[in-house]
């Protein structure tokens, strides 16, 4: 009988090798043997059985659009929407209202290359277009995603010295080993699913915006018609950083490389789509209200706020709790974008280099992909420990982020229109007009900025 079990369970083994790629190593007893067994006939019989779609389903299907969202809104986010409303009032609304599909463009043209590729941005830049576009891509994501974690950890830092009156270096180091922590020990997919409780906390923009004085009639009529009028230097600067904050770098290649690291195929666009469509609106909508209620707060008289008690201001209404809430959506923000930026990095340079990667890979074994997260990183709290105003440099970081933007709009455009890479999978014509919408409405606020800067210091 041990002989005749023994059979069993070999041959058992070998079946599964053959049939569903499973090493002999991983099959012990016949008990596995057969939970490997139902897993298959589960994949086969049950999976393509449709289910009727209920609103808790779509709630949690929409969850990760969402998180995407609030990851767009980061303390940089934060404080240039509220920069946007002191500087330009309620001028610059409608860049709320266009953003929406401009994102959702963006996004879905990522998400549809990893799905269909399997492969990363700057890979196939590489295959397809050569290495210097690919370094060029690389090099602008580090740049911009290098700025922005120093920006936040500073933004973040500050607000908790503010808090505890504490020396904020202390809180650079102490924020900085968090992050490091998180991504070094593969924390940060823990920590984001909890970070979605969080979301509520933008809504306090919306309380504020309808409790202080606002124009409505005004404030909806730039919504809808954009007011361009004459743009000095400081309206088409914080343009810039508008789009820079919204239209994010890290926001292509962290889409792609999700949809790859997911194993997602094509006939679950439509699912990931439905979610990103939902998830854009709901950082748009948070941000129309943060620069209205910015605008409303400090009457978008050409205002440059300085400080972070200063930037809190736009939920005064709230009373004595309104830098507390201010400073619970800066430090939670920043906990959710700044691994997010940090680890887009490491995928864009090891996308280029053909190095292997990923948050769930051994160090051992993807240590390129580690060393140049964490290196970025790294270089962030220097950044932050230099001691530049943070309100301000998490502004201009934004500024960074619009002008090189357009040049990574062009080859996501490129790529998502090449028949030979997508096959049958090139953009939609919604797609490729809100691309190349994107791209001129960035460039067209680059060039205005520029023009007004060499205006202004030639005279």
Known sequence: MKEESKEIITNGKEALKAAAGIPIEAVKTTVEVEKEGLKMVEKAIVYPI???????????????????????????????????????????????????????????????????TKKGINQVITEH??????????????????FTIGADIAAMADISAIVTKLPSIIFVILFGGLFFYLLWKKGYKIVSRYLFILTPIFFLYIASALLLDVPWGLALRSTFIPELGSINLSLATIAVAFLGTTLS???????????????????QLKIENRGTILGMFFTQFI????????AAAFGGNFHEISSAKEAALALKPLGNLSFLFFSLGILGSGLLGIPV????????????????????????SAH???????????????????????????????VLNGILMPILIILLLLISNNRKIMATHTNRLFT???GILAFFVCLGFDILMIYNWLKNYIS
């Open 50 to 116: 449709k289910k009727r779609r209920s609103i808790q389903d779509f709630f949690w299907k929409s969850k990760r659009g969402v998180i995407t969202g609030c990851a767009d809104n980061d303390p940089a986010g934060i404080v240039t929407y509220t920069q946007t409303g002191a500087i330009a009032g309620y001028r610059l609304l409608w860049l709320a209202l266009l953003a929406w599909p401009l994102l959702v463009a963006i996004e879905e043209m990522s998400a549809r290359i990893g799905v269909v």
């Open 432 to 434: 490729n007009f809100f």
């Open 249 to 267: 770098p890290y926001l292509i290649y962290w889409e792609t490389t999700q949809e790859i690291e997911e194993k997602k195929e094509v006939s």
């Open 341 to 364: 930026l940090a680890a887009t990095t490491g995928y864009a340079a090891s996308e280029t280099f053909g190095w292997r990667r990923g948050l769930d890979e051994k160090v051992s």
């Open 368 to 398: 390129g992909f580690y060393i140049v997260m964490i290196s970025s990183l790294l270089v962030g709290i220097l950044i932050a420990l230099l001691g530049f105003n943070p309100v301000l440099m998490l502004v201009y970081s934004q």
């Open 287 to 294: 941000t129309f209200f943060i620069v209205v209620a910015a």
């Open 129 to 146: 277009y050569g290495r210097f576009w690919a370094y060029l891509a690389a090099l602008i994501v580090l740049i911009c995603n290098t």
